[in-house]
């Protein structure tokens, strides 16, 4: 039992093991590939010299990005991505010195690629092996962190719940006292606190409570005063709406994240180059039919080609959406917009036959072109709607922490045009949120496909 925190013992000393082996993986990179593409590593000193300030690259640039902060209960996907953005930095940096340095054309391409492709493998591999060895500990009951859970009410039993799901993090439930906040029975246990912790080998204080309950968190943390656990507060926020809620840090201070995108820089990143590859792609495959759909609403009732509304897109701002005209000319009355209904007389019969198949939509992948909208995401509501139900409907704002799509979670689950009812309106808005909780690629692909199969004829557009 006396190794059940050896890891964290000797953190500094495992952190720096951890950065050498990055370091040494990293150069094994290079001189295999060498061996794999070129037969052995060419004698020149341009190859040991790019593999040396390749090593240099990964050693100065890591911590930067998190790598080797402590990743007990955290998750390995966001490991790894944390991993491949400080390789893909560290790379393109050492491609930049190339071209500076105009050295480009003395090295391989292919071994360059190769080397990249293998370091960023080997390192993945070995966070990979390094989760599996600690895991292997904990279950031994080596590298374990026992826990008291301090506080009341149902986040209590939450908390509970998940640490013992996650029996993977080494953390370990102890004991747990449950408390009335704020009660005068407080300080009658404020030695029995000190008592517990100091002969039931506690390591961690986890604090649960509502934040207005300030004093009774100040009257625990004096309890245990005198006592060498660490002190944890988990804030009891149930009681908010909340939407991808985090804990950040800014200029050195916690800020605990009530309403958040839930998406980083590389996640948009991401979605803006699938946006603009899948847009150009799908413009350029249906340009003819653009053509011919144009041709039919000219000639099939008078007025322009195309439809262009001002609707809320990212953070609410106005964007012009463009569609193709599938209604005769009218004019809304001042600050009204009329949904279109089931038998709605200013829909034209070409125009009804484009909303059915949602042909009329195509257009609007130039507003994705123009980084305007995305192809998957909340669809966008005229600016008089979004000034109605932000009134009405709870969170109604928070759809718009992200672009607006084409087409969106909701749509997939029958939420597609018109929203007669507040009911249905605030059921299409909990899909848009769970989209945005919820987004990756292969989420985004889903709702593509599942559009292609079952949006393509809807009763629901009229």
Sequence with gaps: MQFRGIVREYGSLF?????????????????????????????TPNYPMAISIGALLVLGLFPNFGIYRRWRGGSLLQELRSLTTGATVAFGILTAIAFATKTGQEFSRVWF?????MSLCLLMASRLALRLFLRALRKRGWNQRRILIIGSGSSVDELVAGLNAASWTGLVIESRITLEACSDGLSHNAAYLAELTATASIDEAWIVLPLRDEAAIRSIQRALRHTTVDIRYVPDISSFSLLNQSVSEIAGMPVINLSASGMDSLDHLTKAIEDRVLAILILLISAPFLLIIAVGVKFTSPGPVLFRQKRAGLGGQSINV?????MKLHDDLPGQVVQAHRGDPRVTPFGAFLRRTSLDELPQFVNVLRGEMSIVGPRPHALEHTSYYKELVDRYMSRHKIKPGITGWAQINGYRGETDTLEKMQRRIEYDLYYIENWSLSFDLKIIMLTIAREFFNNRAY
């Design 15 to 43: 952190a720096l093991l951890l950065r050498g082996l990055d370091v040494f993986l990293v150069t094994v990179a290079g001189i295999v590939a060498a061996h794999l593409y070129l037969q052995d590593l060419p004698e």
């Design 113 to 117: 690629i190769l080397w990249s492709a």
């Design 322 to 326: 463009i569609k193709f005209r599938s």
